[in-house]
């Protein structure tokens, strides 16, 4: 079968032939129909080599699909039932410790699995597994967005786009900061309250949460913008380390919140299928994951790039 895999640092990630998997106990194996491409695709591809545990690796944690066979063991889960892969669940991540779903079939853990709900477009269903998984349990069940909550949220990209309308439906005054003036009326589709080009603007406004989907020079912006008792919720990675001033902190919470469950991804489906989120992005084929990458790389993509193949 086909495999988009990366093969070393500073090399640009191969389309190979690869073995068909097989499921182990308690495994599935999924035919996959759609793939997510995240700019922790391209993190991994600069720090790979150190971190993952072979090599070749096939890359794609964002991934949803058919299961067509069954590990000895699995109960609640048959043959043609329409899965997502949660990222953060039993097995380690997909793309990145384990064979991901840049590939025409995944091997999955049954406990990692999300019932993709019928109707639901499988293109949105992989998006669900990362990007909305990671955004909705930051932004709702660690940042415990809710209403009479002034919320900022930093970076309207992949993730932060269904972060600001998860606050939104949650009741919360949202306000974004994001560099790209090209999607501010997207933010303000999705029902935000005000726009800033940078979280600066911000200082000293009383902000009771702001969640930073973005983590380049963000960090401390953030911290200045929330009050005393606030909470400053980190997901982006943009930079490899951040610096803030120790005295900004007292009396606030700062938390990093990583990845989620099948649960949020399942509340995420829901609100995907009744159209109460409706994030930006881009089809492309199987064959274009390569340039797909590239085009994250040059920052050319307005909300998420997704990949659909199969029939």
Same mark, same amino acid.
Do not use: N
């Given at each position: 079968?086909?495999?988009?895999?990366?093969?070393?640092?500073?090399?640009?990630?191969?389309l190979n032939e690869v073995p068909e998997p097989a499921p182990g106990p308690g495994e599935v194996?999924? #035919?996959?129909?759609? =793939?997510? $491409?995240?700019?922790?695709?391209? @993190?991994?591809?600069?720090?790979?080599?150190?971190?993952?545990?072979?090599?070749p690796m096939t890359q794609g944690h964002e991934n949803a699909g058919v299961i067509s066979e069954l590990g000895q063991g699995v109960e609640g889960w048959r043959i043609g039932d329409v899965v997502g892969v949660c990222t953060s669940g039993v097995r380690p991540?997909?793309?990145?410790?384990?064979?991901?779903g840049f590939a025409d079939r995944l091997?999955?853990?049954?406990?990692?699995?999300?019932?993709?709900?019928?109707?639901? #477009?499988?293109?949105? =269903?992989? $998006?669900?597994?990362?990007?909305? @998984?990671?955004?909705?349990h930051a932004i709702i069940k660690v940042g415990r967005a809710s209403a009479g909550m002034k919320v900022g949220v930093i970076g309207y990209g992949g993730l932060g786009q269904i972060g600001t309308r998860a606050a939104v439906l949650a009741g919360a005054e949202v306000h974004v900061a994001e560099t790209k003036e090209s999607v501010w009326d997207l933010a303000r589709t999705a029902g935000v309250t005000g726009l800033v080009r940078d979280a600066s603007e911000w200082a000293g406004q009383g902000f009771d949460l702001v969640v930073d989907y973005a983590g380049f020079d963000t960090t401390q912006k953030a911290i200045d913008a929330v009050e005393r008792g606030g909470m400053i919720v980190q997901v982006g990675l943009g930079s490899p380390?951040?610096?803030v001033r120790s005295s900004t902190i007292l009396g606030k919470t700062l938390?990093?919140?990583?990845?989620g469950t099948v649960q949020d991804i399942e509340e995420v489906f829901d609100l995907l299928l009744a159209r109460e989120i409706a994030p930006a992005y881009t089809e492309i084929a199987f064959d274009?994951?390569?340039e797909g990458l590239e085009r994250l790389r040059r920052g050319e993509v307005t909300g998420r790039l997704v990949a659909r193949f199969g029939d």
């Open positions: 079968m086909r495999a988009w895999q990366f093969e070393g640092t500073g090399k640009s990630i191969a194996v999924i #035919d996959v129909r759609a =793939a997510g $491409l995240c700019h922790s695709d391209l @993190m991994y591809m600069e720090v790979g080599e150190s971190t993952m545990p072979f090599l991540p997909a793309g990145m410790f384990t064979p991901g091997v999955a853990d049954a406990r990692d699995l999300a019932r993709v709900p019928e109707g639901l #477009d499988l293109a949105l =269903a992989a $998006l669900a597994t990362d990007a909305g @998984m990671t955004s909705y380390t951040f610096t938390v990093g919140s990583l990845g274009e994951i390569g």
